[in-house]
C-alpha cells in the first residue's frame, strides 16, 4: 500500500507533457456550423442543384466533417450566410447568359424594364377606347396600369427566399418551385416559349415592315430602284441584324442596348402622339363608342378592348432574369435596387402609354385603323401633311427598338438552349457554339414569321392564354412562398387578383376563338405582305 501511493505522489508531481496539435479534441458541436441536407422537394430547386456537395441522400458521406466555402450550402440565419453571396450558389449559372455577370445595378434594372415595358403593342390603345368610351377607357387603363406594377412588385420581392437562402433567377424556376415540375410546365412553359420566342417573331414582322416602310419615305418619289426588295427579303435584312447584335455574351452586357431601346421606344410614342395632337382632330372625327350588332359580338368587342389594355403591359416574364444579375447579399438584397429601377422605368411608361391612348383617340376617334393603331393612322392620315424627316425618324425609333428588344426577349431562350448544353457536358458553351444557338435561333423565328404570316391574327387568343403570366401566377406564387395569414387583407388579396386573372385569361380566350371563327383567318404560308 506505501508503494502505491508514493507511485501515485510521483505521477501526480510529473509534469505534465502537452499533447500534439494534431491531435486536439474536436470542438463542441454546438460551435460548429451543421452541413445542411435539402429535403427532396428542394433537392431540384434553382440555385441548388448540380453541386458536387449535394447528394440525394444530403451529404458527401466520404468528407461529412469537410466544408468547402465558395460551395457550401447555408439558409440565411446560418453565421456563414453574411460571408456567402447568394449569387454563387448554382455553380452553372457561372456559365448561362443570364447570370454569368452579376454586377447590375438599379440603373440597369430601369434600362431593361423600359425596354421590355413598352413596345409596339401600346400604340394599339387608342383602338380599345374607340369601343369602351372616355370613362371607362381611362379606367380600364389605370386599374391594369395598377394591377400589373402590382404584381411585378410581388415578384420582385420573390426573387429572394429568406427562409430557405434560394435566388429563383428565372420565371419558370418559381413557378416551378410554386406549381410543382409537371404542374409548372402545363400552366407556365407555353406562355413563357410565347411571351419570349413569340415576340420576337413579331418583332421580325414589325421590323422588317417598317424597314420596308422607311426606305420607302426617305426614297420618296425619287425612287428608281426596278426592283424593290421585298417583304420577305427585309425580313431576312432585319433578322441578319437582329442576329449580328445577338452575339453579346450576356444580359448585362446589353444593357446600353436596353437603354437605346427604351428611349427608341419614348421617341416614337412621345413623337406619334404630338404629331397626331398638333395636327387637330380629323373632320368628322366621333368618340360614340362603336356598337356591333347583335348583343353577344358587344360583349366580346367589350372584352377583346380590355384584353388590348392587358396586353399592353409586358415583360413579367423578363423580371426574375433582370434582377439575377445584380448582385445580392444579407444586408444589400437584389430587391431593393430592382424596386428602385421598376419604379423609374414605369414612371417612364406610365407617362408615354396614358398620352398615346388619349391623345390618339382624340386625333383619330372611332377612325383609328384597327390593325396598326397610331401607326398606321400616321401613315394613313399624315403622311402627306407632316416633314418626311419626322415620319422617317419615328420609322426609325422603331426599328431601333425593334432591334433592342429582340435582344431582350431572345435572352431567356438563348439561356435555356445553352443550359442543356452545360448540364450535360458540366462546362460553359464555346464561343463557336453561342453563337450558332443564337443565330439558329434568331432564323428560325424568320422562318417562322415567313411561314405563318398570319400568326398576328390569332394574337387575342393566344395572349389570353399567356395573360397569367403578368396578371394571376405571380399572386398565387406569393400565397404558397410567403403563405399570409389566413382571411389576412394580403390573403384576401391575393387570392381574388389570382382567381381574377384566371378568368379574365378563360373569357378573353373564349373571345379570341369567337373573333378568329367569326372573322376568319385569311391562310396564306410563305405569303407575307
Same mark, same amino acid.
Given at each position: 500500500?506505501?508503494?502505491?501511493?508514493?507511485?501515485?505522489?510521483? %505521477?501526480?508531481?510529473?509534469?505534465?507533457?502537452?499533447?500534439?496539435?494534431?491531435?486536439?479534441?474536436?470542438?463542441?458541436? @454546438?460551435? #460548429?456550423?451543421?452541413?445542411?441536407?435539402? =429535403?427532396?422537394?428542394?433537392?431540384?430547386? =434553382?440555385?441548388?442543384?448540380?453541386?458536387?456537395?449535394?447528394? =440525394?441522400?444530403?451529404?458527401?458521406?466520404?468528407? =461529412?466533417?469537410?466544408?468547402?466555402?465558395?460551395?457550401?450550402?447555408?439558409?440565411?440565419?446560418?453565421?456563414?450566410?453574411?460571408?456567402?453571396? !447568394?449569387?454563387?450558389?448554382?455553380?452553372?449559372?457561372?456559365?448561362?447568359?443570364?447570370?454569368?455577370?452579376?454586377?447590375?445595378?438599379?440603373? $440597369?434594372?430601369?434600362?431593361?424594364?423600359?425596354?421590355?415595358?413598352?413596345?409596339?403593342?401600346?400604340?394599339? !390603345?387608342?383602338?380599345?377606347?374607340?369601343?369602351?368610351?372616355?370613362?371607362?377607357?381611362?379606367?380600364?387603363?389605370?386599374?391594369?396600369?395598377?394591377?400589373?406594377?402590382?404584381?411585378?412588385?410581388?415578384?420582385?420581392?420573390?426573387?429572394?427566399?429568406?427562409?430557405?437562402?434560394?435566388?429563383?433567377?428565372?420565371?419558370?424556376?418559381?413557378?416551378?418551385?410554386?406549381?410543382?415540375?409537371?404542374?409548372?410546365?402545363?400552366?407556365?412553359?407555353?406562355?413563357? /416559349?410565347?411571351?419570349?420566342?413569340?415576340?420576337?417573331?413579331?418583332? +421580325?414582322? +414589325?421590323?422588317?415592315?417598317?424597314?420596308?416602310?422607311?426606305?420607302?419615305?426617305?426614297?420618296?418619289? *425619287?425612287?428608281?430602284?426596278?426592283?424593290?426588295?421585298?417583304?420577305? &427579303?427585309?425580313?431576312?435584312?432585319?433578322?441578319?441584324?437582329? %442576329?449580328?447584335?445577338?452575339?453579346?455574351?450576356?444580359?448585362?452586357?446589353?444593357?446600353?442596348?436596353?437603354?437605346?431601346?427604351?428611349?427608341?421606344?419614348?421617341?416614337?410614342?412621345?413623337?406619334?402622339?404630338?404629331?397626331?395632337?398638333?395636327?387637330?382632330?380629323?373632320?368628322?372625327?366621333?368618340?360614340?363608342?362603336?356598337?356591333?350588332? *347583335?348583343?353577344? @359580338?358587344?360583349?366580346?368587342? %367589350?372584352?377583346?378592348?380590355?384584353?388590348?389594355?392587358?396586353?399592353?403591359?409586358?415583360?413579367?416574364?423578363?423580371?426574375?432574369?433582370?434582377?439575377?444579375?445584380?448582385?445580392?447579399?444579407?444586408?444589400?438584397?437584389?430587391?431593393?435596387?430592382?424596386?428602385?429601377?421598376?419604379?423609374?422605368?414605369?414612371?417612364?411608361?406610365?407617362?408615354?402609354?396614358?398620352?398615346?391612348?388619349?391623345?390618339?383617340?382624340?386625333?383619330?376617334?372611332?377612325?383609328?385603323?384597327?390593325?396598326?393603331?397610331?401607326?398606321?393612322?400616321?401613315?394613313?392620315?399624315?403622311?402627306?401633311?407632316? @416633314?418626311?424627316?419626322?415620319?422617317?425618324?419615328?420609322?426609325?425609333?422603331?426599328?431601333?427598338?425593334?432591334?433592342?428588344?429582340?435582344?431582350?426577349?431572345?435572352?431567356?431562350?438563348?439561356?435555356?438552349?445553352?443550359?442543356?448544353?452545360?448540364?450535360?457536358?458540366?462546362?460553359?458553351?464555346?464561343?463557336?457554339?453561342?453563337?450558332?444557338?443564337?443565330?439558329?435561333?434568331?432564323?428560325?423565328?424568320?422562318?417562322? @414569321?415567313?411561314?405563318?404570316?398570319?400568326?398576328?391574327?390569332?394574337?387575342?387568343?393566344?395572349?389570353? +392564354?399567356?395573360?397569367?403570366?403578368?396578371?394571376?401566377?405571380?399572386?398565387? /406564387?406569393?400565397?404558397?412562398?410567403?403563405?399570409?395569414?389566413? $382571411?389576412?387583407?394580403?390573403?384576401?388579396?391575393?387570392?381574388?387578383?389570382?382567381?381574377?386573372?384566371?378568368?379574365?385569361?378563360?373569357?378573353? #380566350?373564349?373571345?379570341?376563338? $369567337?373573333?378568329?371563327? &367569326?372573322?376568319?383567318?385569311?391562310?396564306?404560308?410563305?405569303?407575307?405582305?
Amino acid at each position: 500500500m506505501g508503494d502505491t501511493s508514493h507511485d501515485v505522489d510521483a %505521477v501526480s508531481s510529473a509534469p505534465i507533457t502537452p499533447r500534439p496539435a494534431s491531435v486536439a479534441p474536436t470542438p463542441p458541436v @454546438a460551435h #460548429t456550423p451543421p452541413i445542411v441536407s435539402l =429535403p427532396p422537394s428542394q433537392y431540384h430547386s =434553382p440555385s441548388l442543384t448540380r453541386s458536387p456537395l449535394l447528394t =440525394p441522400g444530403g451529404t458527401n458521406r466520404k468528407t =461529412p466533417r469537410i466544408i468547402r466555402t465558395p460551395r457550401f450550402i447555408t439558409p440565411l440565419g446560418s453565421p456563414l450566410r453574411k460571408a456567402i453571396k !447568394l449569387t454563387k450558389l448554382d455553380p452553372q449559372d457561372a456559365w448561362l447568359p443570364i447570370t454569368e455577370s452579376r454586377n447590375g445595378n438599379a440603373y $440597369y434594372a430601369a434600362y431593361h424594364t423600359l425596354c421590355s415595358g413598352i413596345g409596339i403593342q401600346a400604340l394599339v !390603345l387608342p383602338v380599345a377606347f374607340t369601343i369602351l368610351g372616355w370613362t371607362w377607357g381611362i379606367i380600364g387603363l389605370t386599374l391594369a396600369f395598377i394591377w400589373q406594377l402590382y404584381t411585378l412588385y410581388l415578384l420582385v420581392q420573390l426573387h429572394e427566399s429568406p427562409e430557405n437562402g434560394i435566388r429563383y433567377s428565372r420565371y419558370m424556376q418559381l413557378a416551378s418551385a410554386t406549381f410543382g415540375d409537371k404542374l409548372s410546365k402545363f400552366l407556365a412553359a407555353f406562355p413563357i /416559349m410565347y411571351l419570349s420566342g413569340g415576340t420576337c417573331v413579331a418583332l +421580325i414582322v +414589325i421590323g422588317g415592315s417598317t424597314s420596308k416602310m422607311f426606305y420607302q419615305t426617305l426614297c420618296g418619289a *425619287t425612287c428608281s430602284n426596278p426592283k424593290p426588295l421585298t417583304a420577305v &427579303e427585309w425580313y431576312l435584312v432585319f433578322t441578319c441584324a437582329a %442576329v449580328l447584335l445577338s452575339q453579346l455574351p450576356n444580359l448585362n452586357s446589353i444593357a446600353g442596348v436596353s437603354l437605346i431601346g427604351g428611349l427608341t421606344a419614348v421617341g416614337y410614342c412621345t413623337a406619334m402622339w404630338t404629331v397626331s395632337v398638333s395636327e387637330g382632330r380629323l373632320p368628322n372625327v366621333s368618340y360614340n363608342p362603336v356598337r356591333a350588332g *347583335t348583343e353577344i @359580338a358587344r360583349i366580346f368587342d %367589350v372584352l377583346n378592348a380590355l384584353g388590348i389594355i392587358a396586353f399592353a403591359f409586358r415583360g413579367h416574364n423578363l423580371i426574375l432574369e433582370i434582377q439575377a444579375t445584380m448582385p445580392s447579399s444579407e444586408k444589400h438584397p437584389s430587391s431593393v435596387p430592382m424596386w428602385r429601377g421598376v419604379k423609374g422605368a414605369y414612371l417612364i411608361v406610365a407617362m408615354c402609354l396614358f398620352p398615346i391612348a388619349i391623345g390618339g383617340y382624340w386625333a383619330y376617334g372611332h377612325m383609328i385603323p384597327a390593325n396598326g393603331g397610331m401607326l398606321a393612322a400616321l401613315y394613313a392620315f399624315h403622311s402627306r401633311d407632316v @416633314a418626311r424627316g419626322v415620319i422617317g425618324l419615328i420609322s426609325f425609333f422603331v426599328i431601333v427598338n425593334a432591334l433592342s428588344s429582340f435582344q431582350l426577349y431572345g435572352m431567356p431562350m438563348f439561356d435555356d438552349m445553352e443550359s442543356k448544353y452545360t448540364r450535360r457536358f458540366k462546362k460553359p458553351c464555346p464561343w463557336w457554339l453561342r453563337a450558332i444557338i443564337r443565330g439558329m435561333f434568331g432564323y428560325g423565328c424568320f422562318f417562322v @414569321a415567313v411561314a405563318i404570316p398570319f400568326l398576328g391574327s390569332v394574337a387575342g387568343l393566344v395572349g389570353g +392564354i399567356s395573360l397569367p403570366v403578368t396578371l394571376a401566377y405571380p399572386c398565387f /406564387m406569393w400565397l404558397k412562398m410567403k403563405k399570409p395569414k389566413m $382571411y389576412s387583407p394580403s390573403w384576401w388579396a391575393n387570392w381574388g387578383l389570382g382567381l381574377l386573372g384566371m378568368g379574365l385569361s378563360g373569357i378573353l #380566350t373564349a373571345a379570341g376563338i $369567337y373573333v378568329v371563327i &367569326e372573322t376568319g383567318i385569311q391562310v396564306s404560308f410563305f405569303k407575307p405582305n
